[in-house]
């Protein structure tokens, strides 16, 4: 009798550990009731596509996990359901250019990312027109240009993509 129970202790416990591994989508509430995100889990971690929300139900936050790491495209909203910020992550962390728009949803500037820190070139706009550009290598600023003429003067535009 005793292989018995530690024939079925085994089974059981392979089959929790199986369900624990499967992929299912979840939804997390706040005490309240409230939904606080949703998306795909793979072995406890996160994976594919979350949203996150605000208490008031609009979406705070959407994007791409791998692992349970912010990887890929992201999108960033404030409380009114405005679009904030847009950008790519690489290994959970800001890389690449990244979109950052005022509370009318225009752009408000873009910048290189790397690392969560700017790196390389910052464009600001005013009313959809570029007036200005920063330079920048790990989060420290190495120059601005307060006219968009004046930054062509001295930069090659193919460094911008």
């Known amino acids: 009798m005793k292989p018995l129970i530690s024939i079925c202790f085994i ?4 089959i929790g550990l199986k369900i624990n591994a499967q992929k299912q989508y979840i939804k997390n509430f706040d005490k309240a009731g409230n939904l606080l995100a949703e998306g795909w889990t793979e072995k406890n971690k996160k994976t594919q596509y979350w949203y996150f929300y605000f208490s008031n139900g ?8 791998f692992a349970g790491i912010e990887t890929d495209y992201w999108i960033f909203y404030n409380a009114n359901g405005k679009k ?3 950008g790519h992550y690489k290994n959970g962390k800001k890389n690449g250019w990244w979109v950052f728009y005022d509370n009318f949803e225009s752009i408000n500037h ?3 990312l790397k690392n969560n820190q700017k790196n390389g070139y ?6 959809n027109e570029l007036v200005s550009a920063s330079k920048y290598k790990a989060g420290k600023r190495l120059k601005e240009w307060t006219t968009f003429a004046s930054f062509k003067r001295e930069n090659n535009l193919s460094d911008l993509q």
């Open 11 to 14: 089974l059981a416990i392979s």
């Open 84 to 86: 904030n910020s847009e």
């Open 122 to 127: 910052c464009l600001m706009y005013k009313n």
């Open 110 to 112: 873009k910048c290189q």
């Open 58 to 65: 609009s979406v705070k936050k959407e994007g791409h996990f």
